[in-house]
């Protein structure tokens, strides 16, 4: 079977969850339901690696210490790629070579996607320009400053626009189920949310406007 | 202030969002609301690491690599500590050495607690004897099986019998927030909720024996 390339992106004080979540959601969808398909690869339709500047040992917050699969010129070339959020967003502002990195990868993608305050590095490169968006709620005025173009759901747990973008931190899962969900339909995403026990239903008693918000349509 | 030790347990084929979850849970709780408290440990209550038999890199579920904090001989005395699931666990149900340091290991803290079939590798060990207990929903069976005098619940996403052990993979998250409200108060556990924005609501519209199932009582 073909596989999708998904790559994360990480960086030194990338937030744990953003990139955990993702990497999580996505490495143990499987075509064929239950706990063995999850023994091997077989019908796995995505081939998940972690990617950074270079190869050195990266610092989350809080402290974890991930080592990252591939450098910048050694990954290979991703279908999908996951922009995670965290304080070190910060720092990717005012990168050049990381934005530029950033438009050069985002050029050749499938589909381009961030969690939390990934969307602000999106933004600061220009890939969000025109479209809907959201963020972490703490940084809804900053994603607006950065790109007034930007239409700021403030709402969604996940917004699609062409870019998908998150809410904060653990919405980030709802942004790789919705991208489990396109791809391969809503009976491998709701199979893979039952195998992992995450509540990946309909509303799922989420408050509009608070932590727990639903994601809205494509 | 004083700060509880929480020490998360790393072996190979870990499942990542077993030990990622909490670790964001814990090491992102502060007792001061807001955005600002989380850029310092400043009113952090919790000090998180990760321990391992080595201090030589883990590869998790799905390939991604984490250096563990400690090795055994290194680590700090945990308050709390923290055993995740994966199929990993199925070696160490069969890892002598292993199992000795659990036993030494639990018999220090303050609390014990495991996520998914890390509740297993406790019940191998001893460690929940006579107590009720949950895991994973396929584990369920193997569970009974390996201490018939656990009391097996299959609804509850969250038991706490004195260990708290918890439902499958994502399910840890709830596990963690039982434990920071259980020492901190609700009030802190719900404003580290709405941080990370995960829906931690009771009930949250999980529906009983299905993939979120809300927590039970202490």
Same mark, same amino acid.
């Given at each position: 079977?073909?596989?999708?390339?998904?790559?994360?992106?990480?960086?030194?004080?990338v937030?744990?969850?953003?990139?955990?979540?993702?990497?999580?959601?996505?490495?143990?969808? $499987?075509?064929?339901? +239950? =706990? #063995?398909?999850?023994? *091997?690869?077989? @019908?796995?339709?995505?081939?998940?690696?972690?990617v950074?500047?270079?190869?050195?040992?990266?610092?989350?917050?809080?402290?974890?210490?991930?080592?990252?699969?591939?450098?910048?010129?050694?990954?290979?070339?991703?279908?999908?790629?996951?922009?995670?959020g965290?304080?070190?967003?910060?720092?990717?502002?005012?990168?050049?070579?990381?934005?530029?990195?950033?438009? $050069?990868?985002?050029? +050749? =993608? #499938?589909?381009?996607? *961030?969690?939390? @305050?990934?969307?602000?590095?999106?933004?600061?490169?220009?890939?969000?320009?025109?479209?809907?968006?959201?963020?972490?709620?703490?940084?809804?005025?900053?994603?607006?400053?950065i790109?007034?173009?930007?239409?700021?759901d403030?709402?969604?747990?996940?917004?699609?626009?062409?870019?998908v973008t998150?809410?904060?931190?653990?919405?980030?899962?709802?942004?790789?189920?919705?991208?489990?969900?396109?791809?391969?339909?809503?009976?491998v995403?709701?199979?893979?949310?039952?195998?992992?026990?995450?509540?990946?239903?309909?509303?799922?008693?989420?408050?509009?406007?608070?932590?727990?918000?639903?994601?809205?349509?494509?």
């Open positions: 079977m073909s596989r999708r390339n998904v790559a994360i992106l990480l960086f030194p004080e937030e744990v969850l953003d990139f955990a979540g993702p990497f999580e959601v996505f490495s143990r969808t $499987r075509l064929d339901p +239950g =706990v #063995e398909s999850r023994r *091997s690869e077989e @019908t796995a339709p995505f081939r998940v690696y972690t950074a500047r270079t190869g050195e040992p990266i610092t989350a917050t809080g402290g974890l210490r991930v080592i990252p699969h591939f450098d910048f010129d050694e990954a290979p070339s991703p279908d999908i790629l996951v922009i995670p965290g304080f070190g967003t910060r720092a990717l502002l005012e990168d050049d070579g990381m934005l530029a990195w950033l438009r $050069r990868a985002a050029g +050749g =993608v #499938e589909l381009l996607t *961030s969690v939390c @305050t990934g969307s602000l590095v999106l933004a600061r490169a220009g890939l969000l320009a025109g479209r809907r968006a959201t963020t972490h709620w703490g940084a809804h005025d900053l994603l607006e400053a790109d007034p173009s930007i239409s700021v403030r709402e969604s747990r996940v917004v699609d626009d062409g870019v998150s809410a904060g931190v653990s919405a980030g899962m709802d942004m790789a189920f919705h991208v489990v969900e396109r791809f391969c339909g809503k009976d995403a709701d199979e893979t949310g039952r195998y992992i026990e995450y509540p990946r239903l309909p509303g799922a008693g989420l408050p509009a406007g608070g932590p727990g918000r639903a994601p809205t349509g494509r």
